[in-house]
């Protein structure tokens, strides 16, 4: 069973950056084979899909969102992976999830996760 451990979130203002990092384990095979996705969830509302990574980071996807703003990346070797976080809006604000995603083949990822199980996440605040 995988197993997702969140960190990076923080504090920041409009406009600041910030960089998630998401450790996996508990892989069956290599973790290469896992697509992996961030998720976010602001208070009161559902979770919602921001980015997935297949197993290449060219072939990662986004919300439109978080489009032009956001980066996913993932390091195979190291079993993580990473959001990095621009142009951060106070709309941003939530908590920040990882979680491994439904693949609709080795070159494709979808914003679904395939648990409905989730970490203790990462708190990101963007306030003035």
């Known amino acids: 069973q995988l197993q997702f451990v969140e960190s990076g979130g923080g504090l920041v203002q409009p406009g600041d950056s910030l960089r998630l990092s998401c450790k996996v384990s508990?892989?069956?095979?290599?973790?290469?084979?896992?697509?992996i996705g961030w998720f976010r969830q602001a208070a009161g509302k559902e979770y919602e899909g921001l980015a997935c990574?297949?197993?290449?980071?060219?072939?990662?996807e986004y919300a439109d969102s978080v489009k032009g703003r956001f980066t996913i990346s993932r390091d195979n070797v190291a079993n993580a992976a990473y959001l990095q976080m621009n142009s951060l809006k106070p709309e941003d604000t939530g908590v920040y999830y990882c979680?491994?995603?439904?693949?609709?083949?080795?070159?494709?990822?979808?914003?679904?996760?395939?648990?409905?199980?989730w970490g203790q996440g990462t708190q990101v605040t963007v306030s003035s």
């Open positions: 979680s491994a995603v439904v693949k609709i083949n080795e070159y494709y990822c979808t914003m679904k996760p395939r648990s409905a199980s």
């Open positions: 508990g892989f069956g095979q290599d973790f290469v084979h896992d697509h």
């Open positions: 990574i297949p197993f290449r980071d060219d072939l990662a």
